[in-house]
């Protein structure tokens, strides 16, 4: 029971983030050169990862959240504070601290999730 509530966690977050992205994105990022594209990555795999950590109870799905998050947060920090290929952002948006909290999600309970899988070895 605890691993399908961490495992529904990790895809709201996922899916979250997805759906963050794909706004911005619709909003005015599709405009902007690689990381209007990069947004629309974004999209698809927060998809495409959600619906493998709900189906294929492996730690692959969970070890994809996890990177999927930190890229993502690891991209928003270099965007505002350095640029981010030539984007720079100032954290004043609902959807940044939407996605924020959405990618956060998908780190701690994929971590949660690795190290409670049934059948782990200690």
Known sequence: MIAWTMRILV???LLGSAWVHWVVWADFM???AVVGPLFLVNV???VV???AV???HHWLPALAAIGFGLATLGAYVLSVTVGFFDVQERFTTQAEVWGVITEAVCVV???ALLV???G???
Do not use: N, S
Request: charged letters at 20%; hydrophobic letters at 60%.
């Open 44 to 46: 698809v795999a927060g």
């Open 11 to 13: 895809a709201a977050g």
């Open 54 to 56: 709900l189906a294929w």
């Open 49 to 51: 990862i959600a619906v």
């Open 30 to 32: 599709r405009d902007i």
């Open 109 to 111: 309970f994929g971590i």
């Open 116 to 118: 409670a899988r049934p």
């Open 120 to 122: 782990r070895r200690a």
